[in-house]
């Protein structure tokens, strides 16, 4: 039995994917704790065990009064406020999960692949010690960082030329000086483990990073390679890690609503379910095409407000991989879970994205002809939707890269593949080749000058 100390984020879209990795290791007869200040341990199931740090760091209440940010990304200040987040997020576990790590005599870290600092310890604790396993997760989409990939939080094309990269280099600098607080955090982290960079690395690279948190032997990601651009060095994409421990009710409960039309799943996600307008138009849309929507929205959604069609559904929450299996078509905002669930139905798509790094994977979704990107910005918001959802569904191209993505997700790995590669059972190659992972793009000769 190894114990594994876990690191995810405080946001549901990661946690879930993150337990139901935990549950599986528990059943392989290992011990995994999770990691964290109190108010992330607070949102953990009571069947996996917890660990709290940095009580005095980030006492009850004030980390959920820092995340309200998120469910907003409304303004300048909303972004700054993130940006702080992350940083103190970091420095809370650079600073306490090391003696978190002696104190559960862990044997490892599996940590989500956008809490770097947990990475840095990990690599500081694995050099020390070759025994030590770190294991990085794309609980999102995956971070790692390639000139030829724009950065997350853009949704641009991908394209495989020196002006690409010389376009997404220039990004990656700007988002080295958004993240300059947290990036601050990790070289001093990264100083006390005594790790270093090389140093001939271009500009772009050169301050610390999420990239610099990444396991060397198994980074993992919980999605699929057919949502993903091309990478040189991509890492194992397993399919959703989901278990059927959902907290939340699925088709049986809103059986008693239906009036006899196809579902369309409708939702924004945990955070964002609170834009009424943009739900008000998905619905109408799918009504229009004659579909019956399901609105989850997370419990942020005014009713009596929101001007949803007759006989819509709405949830606080609901299994959506329950719902899925019995729709027709879905509406969402892009995020990774919703994404990759759909996607695994064989759903076919419109994605509103609103904000992180929804717009990169409806980007990613149009690439792989899976589904139709609309800007929530502009008027006649509902007249758009419901031409984009008369292209997917009118499409005979779509309909057959839909099937090819469905295959990938049953083919995947999933829960039994994070353990096996954890394990160490299997190198981290052999799982690649046996994933449908992209071609990697053949790289122009010259690089643009830095």
């Keep these: 039995m190894a114990t594994f100390a876990i690191v995810t984020l405080p946001l549901t879209g990661h946690i879930r994917p993150m337990m139901a990795a935990a549950r599986a290791l528990r059943s392989a007869g290992h011990r995994p704790v999770v990691v964290g200040p109190i108010d992330l341990i607070q949102r953990i199931p009571s069947d996996i065990e917890t660990f709290a740090i940095g009580e005095r760091d980030l006492p009850v209440g004030q980390l959920d009064q820092l995340c309200t940010c998120l469910t907003r990304m409304t303004s300048f200040a909303d972004m700054r406020q993130m940006y702080r987040t992350i940083a103190t997020l970091s420095r809370l576990y650079m600073n306490h999960l090391p003696d978190a790590v002696m104190k559960l005599g862990a044997d490892g870290i599996i940590h989500d692949q956008l809490e770097p600092a947990a990475g840095i310890v990990a690599r500081g604790f694995s050099e020390g010690d070759r025994t030590f396993r770190h294991v990085s997760l794309a609980c999102a989409l995956p971070m790692n960082r390639d000139v030829y990939v724009p950065p997350p939080i853009m949704g641009w094309a991908y394209r495989d030329s020196g002006y690409g990269a010389w376009l997404n280099a220039g990004y990656y600098r700007v988002v080295n000086w958004l993240l300059r607080e947290q990036g601050a955090v990790l070289a001093e982290g990264a100083a006390q483990f005594g790790l270093s960079k090389p140093d001939d690395l271009p500009d772009w690279q050169q301050p610390w990073s999420v990239d610099d948190g990444?396991?060397?032997?198994?980074?993992?990601?919980?999605?699929?390679?057919?949502?993903?651009?091309?990478?040189?060095?991509?890492?194992?994409?397993?399919?959703?890690?989901?278990?059927?421990?959902?907290?939340?009710?699925?088709?049986?409960?809103?059986?008693?609503?239906?009036?006899?039309?196809?579902?369309?799943?409708?939702?924004?996600?945990?955070?964002?379910?609170?834009?009424?307008?943009?739900?008000?138009?998905?619905?109408?849309?799918?009504?229009?095409?004659?579909?019956?929507?399901?609105?989850?929205?997370?419990?942020?959604?005014?009713?009596?407000?929101?001007?949803?069609?007759?006989?819509?559904?709405?949830?606080?929450?609901?299994?959506?991989?329950?719902?899925?299996?019995?729709?027709?078509?879905?509406?969402?905002?892009?995020?990774?879970?919703?994404?990759?669930?759909?996607?695994?139905?064989?759903?076919?798509?419109?994605?509103?994205?609103?904000?992180?790094?929804?717009?990169?994977?409806?980007?990613?979704?149009?690439?792989?002809?899976?589904?139709?990107?609309?800007?929530?910005?502009?008027?006649?918001?509902?007249?758009?939707?419901?031409?984009?959802?008369?292209?997917?569904?009118?499409?005979?191209?779509?309909?057959?890269?839909?099937?090819?993505?469905?295959?990938?997700?049953?083919?995947?790995?999933?829960?039994?593949?994070?353990?096996?590669?954890?394990?160490?059972?299997?190198?981290?190659?052999?799982?690649?080749?046996?994933?449908?992972?992209?071609?990697?793009?053949?790289?122009?000769?010259m690089l643009p000058a830095e």
């Design 214 to 445: 990444l396991s060397r032997t198994a980074d993992l990601a919980q999605g699929l390679a057919c949502l993903d651009y091309p990478r040189a060095k991509p890492p194992v994409y397993l399919g959703p890690l989901r278990d059927d421990q959902s907290p939340y009710p699925g088709l049986s409960s809103i059986a008693h609503e239906r009036n006899g039309r196809p579902l369309c799943f409708v939702s924004l996600g945990s955070l964002m379910g609170g834009r009424t307008k943009v739900l008000s138009a998905m619905a109408r849309a799918a009504t229009d095409r004659g579909f019956q929507p399901v609105v989850v929205h997370g419990g942020r959604l005014d009713e009596i407000t929101a001007n949803l069609p007759k006989e819509t559904i709405t949830r606080d929450f609901l299994d959506q991989r329950d719902i899925l299996s019995d729709s027709a078509a879905a509406m969402i905002h892009g995020g990774y879970n919703s994404t990759t669930d759909a996607v695994a139905a064989g759903v076919p798509l419109v994605t509103v994205p609103l904000a992180f790094e929804q717009g990169a994977i409806a980007a990613r979704v149009e690439r792989a002809g899976l589904g139709r990107k609309v800007s929530a910005v502009g008027p006649n918001l509902s007249q758009r939707i419901h031409l984009a959802l008369g292209d997917v569904l009118g499409s005979a191209d779509m309909a057959q890269a839909s099937r090819r993505a469905q295959y990938e997700a049953m083919a995947a790995h999933g829960l039994q593949g994070f353990v096996v590669a954890i394990e160490g059972a299997a190198p981290q190659a052999s799982l690649t080749g046996a994933i449908l992972t992209p071609t990697v793009p053949q790289r122009p000769s």
